[in-house]
């Protein structure tokens, strides 16, 4: 009973820890570091038209769009949410798991600031 408790723990922290990974180790095709130090992490971000990226994750962070965007987030529970977005927008976004989909016809690229240490919090 003891060992059947800790694979399902496991399987549960191990599939946790999948989903809230790193974009730039999981998908460098679509998200670029530009800049990092003890603050914070700037990342290049870039989609083509209707491409999906894979579930992964971010700390609280700051979404400045480069172009219009449309954009579905579908988050590890099943739900989806729906975004828009003007070129020149900047947007805070709180830290969380998802896997993005560019729904438009057009290229999707932005900037994200992710925030590190006390300042995410």
């Known amino acids: 009973m003891q ?3 800790l694979a399902v723990a496991f399987v549960c922290l191990t599939g946790a820890v999948a989903m809230g990974q790193d974009p730039v180790k999981v998908d460098p095709k679509h998200y670029k570091v530009e800049s990092e130090n003890a603050e914070v992490r ?9 491409e999906k990226s894979v579930m992964h994750g971010h700390p ?26 003007k070129a020149g927008e900047a947007r805070f ?7 993005p989909e560019n729904v438009s016809d057009q290229p999707m690229n932005a900037v994200l600031v992710e925030l590190k240490g006390k300042a995410a919090q």
């Open 3 to 5: 060992r059947v408790l």
């Open 42 to 50: 700037v990342l290049r971000v870039h989609y083509g038209p209707h």
């Open 60 to 85: 609280d962070a700051v979404v400045i769009y480069l172009t219009d965007v449309h954009v579905v987030f579908h988050t590890p529970d099943g739900k989806t949410v729906e975004e828009t977005g």
């Open 93 to 99: 976004t709180p830290a969380g798991t998802h896997l």
